[in-house]
Every structure is written in structure tokens, then in C-alpha cells.
């Protein structure tokens, strides 16, 4: 007989306490950042039908969800506006009585542990839908810098830790560094969004901050999902920039930008599992297709397993629940 191998991978399988303890990849709620949504108003909670589970807040409303998220141990809450009006330049966006400088104040009051992460972008904001000014049909790259670092300011003057662009406008990480700076906040950090994609799994969201665009699309500036030498490129000039964290998005279907990410600089590697990801995993999880708590474990594990030192993802308090 053929002497059967000395090794057996099954040893270390046979009890779930074994493959608990060697497992290679571990999950830490204080890794997950859970985006929310933020109107004006009070005692508002609107479903967004496209990412059950997800609602348009107000403040106060939110102060609940931020306190569940801080006792779950998840590590960050990151914040996107839904203004009451709209303009060509997005002037929303800096109001420091807008819904996300609100929302920043009354979290570091109520979820103190709450690393607090604000999104700079324009889509929200501008009544086009665009991620900056628009000219002649065509984003106006360099008159669109200054107007994002209006806004990154209005959120570290109103308490927010992270600084996170989500553009893709060349130039805006020695801009916003800058103007951060200027206004005395050195301290606050830039988690940058250097690889991102225009991609179809952004669609949930754009319910969610009630953004469509009036003609055109976002590829002149998000990158062409499949370019892959482009996203080392982008990565390190941002790092060069200032980037104190870079971002790659979405996560799942660009788990090898993220390793390529990983291995490229030492600078903390963020991923955005977004909408469109949780919500196919919601849907086929309602359908009875696949079990849902696991697949969204299995495909939390897969991003970090990737290189991912953080995950901003809508399964935050649900994946930090579920580890306890």
C-alpha cells in the first residue's frame, strides 16, 4: 500500500474551537466603519427600499444607531449629507449648519468611541450630480479643488477625525491637506479614496443620498475598472500627497487591487464594501438563496483576508453583533 501522507489538513478542522483558534484571518468590529445617511429635520427615519436595514436620518434619530454601533464595538461611524437644496457648486456641502457638521457634533457627544469619519464629495450636494463644478458639460477639475476643501474644513471644525475624498479629482489631497492645515488641523487624518471605480454597484446609493445625474457620467474621473497598473499609480501619488489612509472601492469585485494595494505601500489600506454589494447579499438572503449572516461574515473575511486594515460597510453593527 502507498503510505498515506504524515500530514492531515482535517486535524485542524474536525471541532469549530480548532478552526477558531488557527484561523489565519481574524474579524474585529473595531475594524468596520458604518456609513449613515443625514437630513435635516427631527424623528426622521426614511427606508431607502434599495438597502433594507439603511434609513435616512435626522440627528437625533441617528444619536440612537450611534450608540447601538458604539456598544457593538464597531470602530467608526462616516457620514453623508442630504441637504434641503441643491446648487450648481454643491454650497451645501460646507454649510456648518448642515446635516453632516450636526451630525459630527452629536456624535462625538453621544458615541464618544466612535472614530468619526466625514465623506467629502459633491454629487450630494450639487443640483447635476456631479462630484464637482461643471463646465461646458465636463467637470471642472481645478475649480472643484477649493470648493472640496471647503467642505473638509467644515467638518474638522465641527469635530470630525477622518477627512475622506471620495472625488477622484486630480490634486485634492495636497489641496485639502493644506486647507486642513491653515485652519489648525494638523491632526485631523485623510483616509483617501485613491482607487476608485466607476462601477455599477454604486446604483443603492444613489437612493440613498437622493443623487442621479442630470446627463453624463463619472468615468472622466473615477477610474476604468480594468486598469489595474493605474490604481498602483494613483495609490502612491496620494500617499505621496499626504494620504494617511488610502481607500479602494468597491471591495469584493477588486480584492486584488486591494492585496496589490497592501503590497505596495505601508500606509493603512481602507476598503468600501458598497451598496450594491450588501444589497445583492441582502436580496438573495430574503430569497432564501444563501444564508445571510454567513455570507456577509465569508465576504467580510475575504476583503480583509485581501490586505483591508478597515472595512466601511453596511453589515458594521450587524458583523460586530454577530462576533460577540
Same mark, same amino acid.
Given at each position: 500500500?502507498?503510505?498515506?501522507?504524515?500530514?492531515?489538513?482535517?486535524?485542524?478542522?474536525?471541532?469549530?474551537?480548532?478552526?477558531?483558534?488557527?484561523?489565519?484571518?481574524?474579524?474585529?468590529?473595531?475594524?468596520?466603519?458604518?456609513?449613515?445617511?443625514?437630513?435635516?429635520?427631527?424623528?426622521?427615519?426614511?427606508?431607502?427600499?434599495?438597502?433594507?436595514?439603511?434609513?435616512?436620518?435626522?440627528?437625533?434619530?441617528?444619536?440612537?444607531?450611534?450608540?447601538?454601533?458604539?456598544?457593538?464595538?464597531?470602530?467608526?461611524?462616516?457620514?453623508?449629507?442630504?441637504?434641503?437644496?441643491?446648487?450648481?457648486?454643491?454650497?451645501?456641502?460646507?454649510?456648518?449648519?448642515?446635516?453632516?457638521?450636526r451630525a459630527i457634533?452629536?456624535?462625538?457627544?453621544?458615541?464618544p468611541e466612535l472614530?468619526?469619519?466625514?465623506?467629502?464629495?459633491?454629487?450630494?450636494?450639487?443640483?447635476?450630480?456631479?462630484?464637482?463644478?461643471?463646465?461646458?458639460?465636463i467637470v471642472d477639475?481645478?475649480?472643484?479643488?477649493?470648493?472640496?476643501?471647503?467642505? #473638509?474644513?467644515?467638518? *474638522?471644525? =465641527?469635530?470630525?477625525?477622518? +477627512?475622506?475624498?471620495?472625488?477622484? !479629482?486630480?490634486?485634492?489631497? %495636497?489641496?485639502?491637506?493644506?486647507?486642513?492645515?491653515?485652519?489648525?488641523?494638523?491632526?485631523?487624518?485623510?483616509?483617501?479614496?485613491?482607487?476608485?471605480?466607476?462601477?455599477?454597484?454604486?446604483?443603492?446609493?444613489?437612493?440613498?443620498?437622493?443623487?442621479?445625474?442630470?446627463?453624463?457620467?463619472?468615468?472622466?474621473?473615477?477610474?476604468?475598472?480594468?486598469?489595474?497598473?493605474?490604481?498602483?499609480?494613483?495609490?502612491?501619488?496620494?500617499?505621496?500627497?499626504?494620504?494617511?489612509?488610502?481607500?479602494?472601492?468597491?471591495?469584493?469585485?477588486?480584492?486584488?487591487?486591494?492585496?496589490?494595494?497592501?503590497?505596495?505601500?505601508?500606509?493603512?489600506?481602507?476598503?468600501?464594501?458598497?451598496?450594491?454589494?450588501? #444589497?445583492?447579499?441582502? *436580496?438573495? =438572503?430574503?430569497?432564501?438563496? +444563501?444564508?445571510?449572516?454567513?455570507? !456577509?461574515?465569508?465576504?467580510? %473575511?475575504?476583503?480583509?483576508?485581501?490586505?483591508?486594515?478597515?472595512?466601511?460597510?453596511?453589515?458594521?453593527?450587524?458583523?460586530?453583533?454577530?462576533?460577540?
Open positions: 500500500m502507498t503510505a498515506f501522507p504524515s500530514r492531515r489538513g482535517r486535524r485542524l478542522r474536525m471541532t469549530s474551537a480548532l478552526r477558531r483558534q488557527f484561523a489565519e484571518t481574524r474579524l474585529d468590529p473595531a475594524q468596520f466603519v458604518l456609513p449613515v445617511f443625514i437630513v435635516s429635520g427631527t424623528g426622521v427615519s426614511r427606508p431607502i427600499p434599495s438597502m433594507p436595514g439603511n434609513n435616512q436620518m435626522s440627528v437625533d434619530v441617528l444619536s440612537e444607531v450611534a450608540r447601538r454601533a458604539q456598544d457593538a464595538g464597531v470602530g467608526g461611524i462616516m457620514f453623508f449629507g442630504i441637504p434641503d437644496t441643491k446648487d450648481a457648486e454643491g454650497t451645501s456641502g460646507w454649510d456648518p449648519a448642515g446635516p453632516v457638521p457634533e452629536s456624535v462625538a457627544a453621544v458615541a472614530v468619526r469619519w466625514a465623506d467629502v464629495c459633491l454629487c450630494e450636494y450639487t443640483d447635476h450630480g456631479h462630484c464637482g463644478v461643471v463646465v461646458d458639460g477639475n481645478d475649480a472643484t479643488l477649493p470648493l472640496l476643501a471647503n467642505a #473638509a474644513v467644515a467638518y *474638522a471644525n =465641527a469635530g470630525a477625525q477622518v +477627512i475622506t475624498p471620495s472625488d477622484m !479629482m486630480d490634486g485634492r489631497v %495636497t489641496t485639502i491637506r493644506d486647507s486642513l492645515d491653515s485652519a489648525g488641523h494638523e491632526s485631523v487624518a485623510m483616509c483617501v479614496h485613491a482607487v476608485k471605480y466607476a462601477s455599477s454597484y454604486y446604483g443603492p446609493f444613489r437612493d440613498a443620498v437622493d443623487s442621479s445625474l442630470e446627463s453624463g457620467d463619472r468615468r472622466s474621473h473615477q477610474m476604468n475598472p480594468p486598469n489595474r497598473r493605474e490604481a498602483r499609480a494613483e495609490v502612491l501619488e496620494d500617499v505621496a500627497a499626504g494620504a494617511d489612509i488610502v481607500m479602494v472601492k468597491p471591495a469584493g469585485p477588486y480584492q486584488d487591487i486591494i492585496r496589490q494595494t497592501r503590497n505596495t505601500v505601508d500606509t493603512p489600506v481602507a476598503a468600501y464594501q458598497v451598496s450594491g454589494e450588501f #444589497a445583492m447579499i441582502k *436580496a438573495a =438572503a430574503a430569497n432564501g438563496w +444563501i444564508d445571510g449572516e454567513q455570507v !456577509m461574515m465569508e465576504s467580510l %473575511t475575504g476583503i480583509v483576508r485581501a490586505g483591508a486594515d478597515v472595512i466601511a460597510t453596511y453589515f458594521a453593527v450587524d458583523a460586530a453583533e454577530a462576533l460577540k
